[in-house]
């Protein structure tokens, strides 16, 4: 690849048919390349894809076969709601948030998108908690969360979700709290034994994965721990290899 690139993804494994995709900076392009080969440009074999507005600190969701992009910042706390369509390659705008926030926990559950959490600057930390949904195209509030935070891990997992560690009032903290939408409530777990923010969070197996972030700013983590909702308690697993914070970490759907 002739250019720099801001971020490679990829589809597991690598192999014909799944794409990988790469941000050239500065173009305002965003390339899609197949193993399948292809007739894209400047790139051979690369096809553009839409960019949505550029920002930073924007949390995402997939439902109904759209990835839904929610707040963010660009120097400002954005309210900004951005739906992409893979088939098509495009974005279109939706409802914006009820308060623009950057670093919400986003996830979807059940049809609906849950933007919890962020930093919107009134003056720090919220708690807030709204529910979106796809099909009316609106936001309704919903029970807030006990510990206002933003850069927190987040996760659906038996039809519940965890808000896991995050930037607080005290900073980087282990607190870990679960919402349950068909209650509309919010109950404790077992703390994090590390406490950190921005780190990456996914479900796999009945089981939740804390992996990396940071406890003081600019010293990654390699921290690996596993949760199991049944016991309620965390386990330290093998550490990744490379400490790392404000990661992406995701598990696959089967």
Known sequence: VPYPVTAVTTQAPLALGNPVVVDVPGSGTRYEWSLGGGSGFPLTGWS??????????????SVGGYVYAVGGYNGSFLDTVERFDPVLGT???????????????????????????????????????????????????????????YNFGVAELNGLIYAVGGVGPGGAN??????????????????LPVGRDSLGMAAMNGKLYAIGGF????????????????????????????????????????
């Open 48 to 61: 553009p894809r839409a960019l949505m507005a550029p920002r930073s600190y924007v949390g995402a969701a």
């Open 91 to 149: 974005w279109t705008g939706r409802m914006p948030l009820p308060v623009g926030r950057a670093g919400p926990g986003v996830v979807a559950v059940n049809g609906k998108i849950y933007s919890i959490g962020g930093y919107d600057g009134l003056p720090a930390e919220t708690n807030a908690v709204s529910e979106y949904d796809p099909v009316a195209d609106v936001w309704t509030p919903r029970a807030v969360m006990p510990s206002p935070r």
């Open 174 to 191: 282990l607190r870990v709290e679960v919402y349950d939408p068909v209650a509309n409530s919010w109950t404790s777990r077992a703390d």
């Open 215 to 254: 406890v003081v700013c600019c010293v990654a983590l390699n921290n690996t721990d596993e949760y199991d909702p049944a016991t309620n308690t965390w386990t330290p697993r093998a550490p990744m290899p490379t400490g790392r914070d404000e990661m992406g970490a995701a598990a696959p759907v089967v």
